[in-house]
């Protein structure tokens, strides 16, 4: 989505240059309205990576 808001991704880029940049980056996340966005990707990419990690050791996740 860089090319739907080229400014903010340049922003990004530059703030994880230095220490403290998750806390910057989410300042921006919220300046912007996107917070809510943010935690909706995050945590579907770390479900998706905990559920590729677990085939690849052939693990099995079961849901409470």
């Not at 530059?14 to 403290?20: A, R, T, Y």
Request: aromatic share 10%; hydrophobic share 35%; glycine share 4%.
């Amino acid at each position: 989505k860089y090319s739907e808001a080229p400014d903010l991704a340049r922003q990004v880029e530059e703030i994880f240059q230095h220490s403290g940049a998750y806390s910057r980056f989410k300042s921006i996340l919220v300046s912007n309205g996107l917070l809510e966005t943010w935690h909706e990707f995050e945590n579907e990419r770390t479900s998706k990576a905990i559920c590729e990690w677990c085939e690849a050791n052939k693990l099995s996740i079961s849901a409470k």
